[in-house]
Protein backbone atom coordinates (compact mmCIF):
# COMPACT_ATOMS: atom_id res chain seq x y z
CA UNK A 1 0.00 0.00 0.00
CA UNK A 2 1.49 3.58 -0.70
CA UNK A 3 2.14 5.05 1.92
CA UNK A 4 0.55 9.45 2.36
CA UNK A 5 4.14 11.89 1.47
CA UNK A 6 5.10 14.76 2.87
CA UNK A 7 2.77 16.77 1.51
CA UNK A 8 4.71 20.27 1.16
CA UNK A 9 2.44 22.74 1.44
CA UNK A 10 1.29 25.33 4.21
CA UNK A 11 -1.71 25.52 5.36
CA UNK A 12 -2.36 29.45 4.96
CA UNK A 13 -2.33 30.46 8.52
CA UNK A 14 0.00 33.15 8.41
CA UNK A 15 -0.62 34.41 11.43
CA UNK A 16 0.15 30.68 13.12
CA UNK A 17 2.90 29.73 10.82
CA UNK A 18 1.71 26.20 10.97
CA UNK A 19 3.10 24.13 8.16
CA UNK A 20 1.20 21.37 6.03
CA UNK A 21 3.01 18.25 6.27
CA UNK A 22 1.07 15.07 5.08
CA UNK A 23 3.00 12.45 7.60
CA UNK A 24 0.26 9.97 10.11
CA UNK A 25 -1.45 11.73 12.53
CA UNK A 26 1.27 12.75 15.61
CA UNK A 27 0.20 15.16 18.43
CA UNK A 28 3.69 16.64 19.17
CA UNK A 29 2.69 19.46 21.25
CA UNK A 30 2.73 18.07 24.45
CA UNK A 31 5.81 16.76 24.33
CA UNK A 32 7.69 19.78 23.13
CA UNK A 33 5.68 21.77 26.01
CA UNK A 34 7.65 19.52 28.03
CA UNK A 35 10.72 19.65 26.77
CA UNK A 36 10.97 23.35 27.85
CA UNK A 37 10.35 22.43 31.62
CA UNK A 38 13.03 19.60 31.28
CA UNK A 39 15.21 22.05 30.54
CA UNK A 40 14.84 24.31 32.94
CA UNK A 41 15.65 21.48 35.73
CA UNK A 42 18.70 20.99 33.35
CA UNK A 43 19.79 24.06 33.77
CA UNK A 44 19.28 24.40 37.74
CA UNK A 45 21.24 20.98 38.10
CA UNK A 46 23.82 21.94 36.28
CA UNK A 47 23.75 25.16 38.05
CA UNK A 48 24.54 23.29 41.48
CA UNK A 49 27.43 20.49 39.80
CA UNK A 50 29.08 23.75 39.15
CA UNK A 51 29.47 24.56 42.45
CA UNK A 52 30.63 21.14 43.35
CA UNK A 53 33.26 21.19 40.56
CA UNK A 54 35.03 24.92 41.76
CA UNK A 55 35.58 23.32 45.44
CA UNK A 56 36.96 20.31 44.22
CA UNK A 57 39.58 22.13 41.53
CA UNK A 58 40.41 24.61 44.53
CA UNK A 59 41.26 21.00 46.69
CA UNK A 60 43.60 19.93 44.10
CA UNK A 61 45.81 22.98 43.40
CA UNK A 62 46.49 23.34 47.05
CA UNK A 63 47.41 19.38 47.50
CA UNK A 64 49.20 19.33 44.36
CA UNK A 65 53.51 19.24 44.65
CA UNK A 66 56.49 19.86 42.26
CA UNK A 67 57.60 16.67 41.25
CA UNK A 68 53.71 15.89 41.16
CA UNK A 69 53.30 18.84 37.77
CA UNK A 70 56.34 17.18 36.40
CA UNK A 71 55.12 13.89 36.17
CA UNK A 72 51.85 15.22 34.80
CA UNK A 73 53.70 17.24 31.71
CA UNK A 74 55.46 13.87 31.01
CA UNK A 75 52.13 12.16 30.63
CA UNK A 76 50.43 14.95 28.55
CA UNK A 77 53.14 14.53 25.95
CA UNK A 78 52.99 11.02 25.57
CA UNK A 79 48.94 11.58 25.22
CA UNK A 80 49.36 14.58 22.77
CA UNK A 81 51.87 12.23 20.66
CA UNK A 82 49.46 9.21 20.56
CA UNK A 83 46.58 10.99 19.55
CA UNK A 84 48.47 13.32 17.30
CA UNK A 85 47.89 12.65 13.41
CA UNK A 86 44.74 12.93 11.44
CA UNK A 87 42.66 14.07 14.57
CA UNK A 88 38.71 14.12 13.58
CA UNK A 89 37.60 12.66 10.48
CA UNK A 90 34.75 14.16 8.67
CA UNK A 91 32.64 15.32 5.13
CA UNK A 92 33.17 18.51 4.65
CA UNK A 93 31.76 18.53 1.25
CA UNK A 94 29.26 16.95 -0.69
CA UNK A 95 28.01 17.13 -4.27
CA UNK A 96 26.13 15.50 -6.92
CA UNK A 97 27.82 14.46 -10.12
CA UNK A 98 26.45 15.85 -13.67
CA UNK A 99 24.35 12.81 -13.93
CA UNK A 100 23.01 12.81 -10.54
CA UNK A 101 23.49 9.14 -10.15
CA UNK A 102 26.49 9.87 -7.83
CA UNK A 103 26.84 11.11 -4.72
CA UNK A 104 30.97 12.10 -4.35
CA UNK A 105 31.79 13.02 0.04
CA UNK A 106 34.52 15.02 0.23
CA UNK A 107 37.22 14.96 3.70
CA UNK A 108 38.80 16.52 5.54
CA UNK A 109 41.45 14.04 4.99
CA UNK A 110 42.82 10.82 2.72
CA UNK A 111 39.99 8.09 3.03
CA UNK A 112 40.99 4.55 3.74
CA UNK A 113 40.00 1.70 1.63
CA UNK A 114 35.85 1.47 1.52
CA UNK A 115 36.21 -2.02 -0.85
CA UNK A 116 34.35 -3.81 2.35
CA UNK A 117 31.95 -0.90 3.30
CA UNK A 118 28.55 -1.40 3.25
CA UNK A 119 26.94 1.21 0.54
CA UNK A 120 23.84 1.15 3.13
CA UNK A 121 25.27 2.97 5.95
CA UNK A 122 24.73 6.33 3.70
CA UNK A 123 21.34 8.05 2.84
CA UNK A 124 20.66 11.01 1.81
CA UNK A 125 17.78 13.15 2.77
CA UNK A 126 15.47 16.27 2.21
CA UNK A 127 15.47 18.12 5.63
CA UNK A 128 13.41 20.54 6.22
CA UNK A 129 12.78 22.91 9.37
CA UNK A 130 10.68 25.56 10.99
CA UNK A 131 9.69 27.07 14.57
CA UNK A 132 6.63 29.01 15.33
CA UNK A 133 5.45 30.75 18.68
CA UNK A 134 1.22 30.48 18.79
CA UNK A 135 -0.43 31.42 22.38
CA UNK A 136 3.09 32.16 24.42
CA UNK A 137 4.04 28.71 23.42
CA UNK A 138 6.65 27.53 21.63
CA UNK A 139 6.77 24.26 18.55
CA UNK A 140 9.51 23.43 16.78
CA UNK A 141 9.85 20.91 14.27
CA UNK A 142 12.42 19.35 11.77
CA UNK A 143 11.85 16.05 9.07
CA UNK A 144 13.70 14.12 6.59
CA UNK A 145 11.96 13.02 3.62
CA UNK A 146 13.22 10.85 0.44
CA UNK A 147 13.89 13.58 -2.28
CA UNK A 148 12.44 11.13 -4.65
CA UNK A 149 9.52 10.71 -2.90
CA UNK A 150 8.84 14.17 -2.45
CA UNK A 151 8.42 14.38 -6.27
CA UNK A 152 6.27 10.74 -7.04
CA UNK A 153 4.88 9.18 -3.80
CA UNK A 154 4.88 5.70 -5.86
CA UNK A 155 8.90 6.28 -6.98
CA UNK A 156 11.02 3.76 -4.73
CA UNK A 157 13.52 5.58 -2.29
CA UNK A 158 16.97 6.57 -3.25
CA UNK A 159 19.41 3.90 -2.31
CA UNK A 160 23.29 3.95 -2.49
CA UNK A 161 24.09 0.38 -4.28
CA UNK A 162 27.84 0.99 -4.61
CA UNK A 163 30.70 2.94 -2.84
CA UNK A 164 34.27 3.27 -4.00
CA UNK A 165 37.09 5.66 -3.18
CA UNK A 166 38.01 8.55 -5.21
CA UNK A 167 38.00 10.74 -7.78
CA UNK A 168 40.77 12.27 -5.40
CA UNK A 169 42.37 10.22 -2.15
CA UNK A 170 39.85 12.58 -0.18
CA UNK A 171 36.48 11.46 -1.80
CA UNK A 172 34.38 8.93 -1.91
CA UNK A 173 31.35 8.21 -4.78
CA UNK A 174 28.41 6.19 -3.60
CA UNK A 175 26.14 5.09 -6.77
CA UNK A 176 22.44 5.83 -6.54
CA UNK A 177 19.69 3.37 -7.66
CA UNK A 178 17.55 5.53 -8.95
CA UNK A 179 19.00 8.19 -9.59
CA UNK A 180 18.48 11.74 -8.04
CA UNK A 181 15.50 13.33 -9.02
CA UNK A 182 15.99 17.11 -9.92
CA UNK A 183 12.57 18.15 -9.63
CA UNK A 184 12.93 17.62 -6.01
CA UNK A 185 14.49 20.92 -5.82
CA UNK A 186 12.01 22.59 -7.14
CA UNK A 187 9.79 21.17 -4.61
CA UNK A 188 11.71 22.48 -1.96
CA UNK A 189 12.63 25.90 -3.19
CA UNK A 190 8.66 26.32 -3.51
CA UNK A 191 7.66 25.11 -0.63
CA UNK A 192 10.36 27.50 1.39
CA UNK A 193 9.44 30.63 -0.69
CA UNK A 194 5.58 29.83 0.05
CA UNK A 195 6.44 30.01 3.91
CA UNK A 196 4.44 32.61 6.42
CA UNK A 197 6.68 34.84 7.72
CA UNK A 198 8.14 34.28 11.53
CA UNK A 199 8.18 30.57 11.04
CA UNK A 200 12.12 30.24 10.37
CA UNK A 201 11.91 28.19 7.53
CA UNK A 202 14.86 26.14 6.49
CA UNK A 203 15.65 23.37 4.21
CA UNK A 204 18.39 21.50 2.45
CA UNK A 205 19.48 18.52 1.22
CA UNK A 206 22.28 16.10 3.16
CA UNK A 207 23.89 13.55 3.48
CA UNK A 208 23.43 11.09 6.51
CA UNK A 209 25.84 8.17 7.83
CA UNK A 210 25.41 4.98 10.59
CA UNK A 211 28.73 3.04 10.89
CA UNK A 212 27.73 -0.66 9.70
CA UNK A 213 30.18 -3.49 10.57
CA UNK A 214 33.20 -2.20 8.54
CA UNK A 215 33.14 1.56 8.80
CA UNK A 216 34.92 4.03 6.95
CA UNK A 217 38.11 5.48 8.54
CA UNK A 218 40.77 7.95 7.01
CA UNK A 219 43.91 6.39 5.86
CA UNK A 220 45.71 7.30 9.64
CA UNK A 221 42.37 4.45 10.75
CA UNK A 222 40.53 7.41 12.58
CA UNK A 223 37.02 6.48 11.97
CA UNK A 224 33.80 8.37 10.69
CA UNK A 225 31.53 9.14 13.60
CA UNK A 226 27.92 8.90 12.60
CA UNK A 227 25.70 11.67 10.93
CA UNK A 228 22.24 12.03 11.59
CA UNK A 229 22.42 8.03 11.82
CA UNK A 230 18.48 7.66 12.75
CA UNK A 231 17.17 8.46 9.18
CA UNK A 232 19.93 5.53 7.56
CA UNK A 233 18.11 3.11 10.07
CA UNK A 234 14.08 4.32 9.39
CA UNK A 235 12.28 2.21 7.06
CA UNK A 236 10.15 5.01 6.23
CA UNK A 237 10.52 7.64 3.87
CA UNK A 238 10.19 10.21 6.32
CA UNK A 239 11.38 10.71 9.32
CA UNK A 240 10.36 13.83 12.21
CA UNK A 241 12.11 14.99 15.10
CA UNK A 242 10.57 17.27 17.45
CA UNK A 243 13.13 20.21 17.17
CA UNK A 244 14.56 22.69 15.39
CA UNK A 245 17.39 23.03 13.09
CA UNK A 246 18.21 18.91 12.46
CA UNK A 247 19.96 18.72 16.43
CA UNK A 248 20.94 15.21 15.40
CA UNK A 249 22.48 16.40 12.16
CA UNK A 250 26.50 16.86 12.88
CA UNK A 251 27.69 17.79 10.39
CA UNK A 252 25.25 19.86 8.28
CA UNK A 253 27.02 19.07 5.40
CA UNK A 254 24.56 20.47 2.24
CA UNK A 255 24.57 18.91 -1.18
CA UNK A 256 23.63 21.48 -3.74
CA UNK A 257 21.16 22.04 -6.15
CA UNK A 258 22.25 22.58 -9.89
Request: aromatic share 10%; hydrophobic share 35%.
Amino acid sequence: MPRTPLTLTWFGLATLGVVGLGCPSEDTNDDEVGEGTDSDSTSSTTTEGETGTDTSESSTDTSSTESTDTTTDTTDTTDTTDTTGDGDFTVVEAAFADDFATLVLTFNDAVGPVDTVDPADFRISMAITYSYNYMGMLYEQSYYADPNYQVDYMAPPIAMMAIANGPNPDQISLTLEPIFDVEACMVLADFLAEAPPDVMPDGQFFPHYSPGDVPVTSEGGVELAAIGPDWVLSPESYLGIEQYGWPNLDPQVPIPCP
